[in-house]
């Protein structure tokens, strides 16, 4: 597929146009491309992609199919100068264009553009070693240095939006690894809006410890990397943590530096000898402006979960784990349940998300060492039973709870800003997977309409998705899009978390199969 690029300068009727001719790529390719012809057409794509994102153009397609007789010439490693002047005449073009991408361990695409006007041929190379989209973009704009460019468009989601620091104070005792396991896949599975910072706090037994402020997620993991469990933790160095957190914050030099700061705690901490030290360090960062999130799991029963909820009246949320487990025994099956401190056994099977019908649930009165409710273990909840029972259970399914599904949530209102509405929205079914997205207001859409869109996605904590397309971003795309660059939420979001990237320029294909009236 041969495109060519017509750019309309300000005050010249003269359109500078750009042909680019097939490439030829080396190497790594997508699943989509790989066995096929495609793959020299693709870099036309991308090429006529960039080049319409960062200059004013128009772009002219002529050779609409791989089989045509007129690429065969360029399907090759490398093509003579007399070619590409030759493609001048032929397609009356002030620019001919032409790459090659090989990807082995690294990237790297060479791209000739040879000057029809004054028969002089640049060469342009870029090497890189994950990113080919980047490379694509930083290629496209020293290619063509005396054709101006479209002004950036910078999206965000709220023009007035404030940068966001977000906290996390997690407990580091021995006891709470596999909610210290689950909380980093989490983290490391979560998109998170533009303008967020991260810190990283851990506290244990009589130990505590504030990292510096990061950009990005990849930096709060390395933090992560460098600290080893303490011990067991308690409500006094629970609130012996947030009192240095809260003089860290203080200490802070930045001039216009105010940030929107977000704190998620998470603790299974037991009663400390001072619990009034966590509830006055609380209070003390809520005068700060701090929002404190805290999800609780009661290990220690009901005096220690006491302390914590007496303290949770300065947080903006608290929330407690749920954790369970279904079983067999020689009588019947049932589901063993650690809440709020107490075990209790019922009949319904459970699923992270379900309610927890409370008239269901048969408390079970603890005794012998558990008896102060001091050692309640919930990924022992079989052992527990069976011992404080003495009922023999027969086969037993693995500990679950909702701590991941109450922390995402977390996540999502702790990072939230306001989200843009304006315009229609739209489902588009785009292959197999269907998903909403906004259309800039004035925008013709209806029913049964099938299109091309160029659209911006934005990470977003707070969507069901992850990311979000931004509306002012989504114009019509007129060309043959790469289908390497061909999105939905499910692509963007990847692309997104595995670069460490706020947003990702793509072309949604599909049909739209409904507008919301809301």
Not at 344 to 359: K, R
Not at 503 to 515: A, M, S, T
């Amino acid at each position: 597929m041969i495109l060519i690029l017509s750019f309309f300068p300000r005050g010249n009727v003269i359109a500078t146009s750009i042909a680019f001719l097939p490439g030829y790529w080396e190497g790594v390719s997508p699943k989509m491309l790989e066995g096929t012809p495609e793959k020299p057409f693709e870099l036309i794509r991308l090429g006529q992609f960039y080049t319409s994102n960062i200059y004013s153009a128009r772009i002219l397609e002529v050779i609409k199919d791989p089989r045509d007789p007129e690429a065969k010439d360029y399907l090759r490693p490398e093509i003579f100068k007399e070619q590409l002047k030759a493609a001048c005449f032929k397609y009356k073009a002030d620019y001919i264009a032409r790459d090659v991408l090989e990807i082995r361990e690294k990237a790297r695409i060479d791209r000739t553009v040879y000057d029809c006007n004054l028969s002089q041929l640049e060469e342009y190379s870029v090497f890189g070693r994950k990113d080919l989209f980047e490379l694509y973009e930083k290629l496209t704009q020293k290619s063509f240095p005396l054709l101006p460019k479209k002004p950036k468009k910078n999206f965000q989601e709220n023009s007035d939006a404030r940068k966001t620091l977000q906290i996390f104070l997690v407990d580091g005792s021995f006891s709470y690894a596999n909610e210290r396991k689950e909380f980093m896949s989490l983290l490391e599975s979560t998109s998170w809006r533009p303008r967020t910072s991260f810190r990283l706090a851990v506290f244990g037994e009589n130990f505590s410890q504030v990292y510096p402020e990061v950009e990005s997620r990849a930096d709060l993991v390395r933090q992560w990397k460098e600290w080893k469990p303490v011990g067991k933790s308690t409500t006094s160095d629970l609130g012996n943590a947030l009192t240095r957190l809260g003089r860290v914050l203080l200490s802070v030099d930045k001039p216009d530096y105010h940030p929107r700061i977000e704190l998620i705690v998470l603790t299974n901490a037991k009663l400390g000898n001072s619990a009034g030290s966590y509830s006055s360090s609380l209070e003390f960062l809520a005068k700060q402006g701090v929002r404190v999130h805290i999800i609780y799991s009661s290990y220690s029963g009901p005096e220690s979960r006491k302390a914590h909820l007496d303290a949770s009246k300065y947080a903006q949320e608290f929330k407690e784990a749920i954790y369970y487990q279904r079983v067999a025994t020689s009588r019947d099956n049932k589901t063993i349940v650690l809440k709020n401190g107490r075990l209790y056994v019922t009949s319904q099977i459970l699923d992270p998300g379900a309610e927890l019908d409370e008239n269901g649930l048969e408390k079970i009165d603890l005794s012998g060492k558990y008896f102060l409710s001091d050692a309640l273990n919930p990924w022992n909840l079989s052992r527990l039973f069976e011992e404080i029972k003495g009922e023999k259970i027969l086969s037993a399914e693995p500990v679950r709870s909702n701590f991941s599904l109450l922390l995402g949530k977390s996540f999502s209102f702790s990072s939230k800003t306001d989200v843009i509405s304006e315009g229609s929205k739209v489902l588009v079914k785009t292959g197999e997977k269907a998903f909403w997205m906004r259309f800039p207001a004035g925008n013709s859409v209806a029913e049964g309409k099938k299109g091309v869109w160029k659209v911006t996605f934005l990470s977003s904590s707070f969507s069901l998705e992850g990311v979000e397309v931004i509306p002012d971003s989504v114009e019509v795309y007129p060309y043959v899009p790469p289908k390497s660059l061909e999105c939905d939420p499910g692509s963007a979001r990847n692309y997104i978390r595995n670069t460490e990237k706020s947003r990702y320029d793509c072309v949604v294909k599909g049909e739209i199969l409904e507008v919301s009236q809301h």
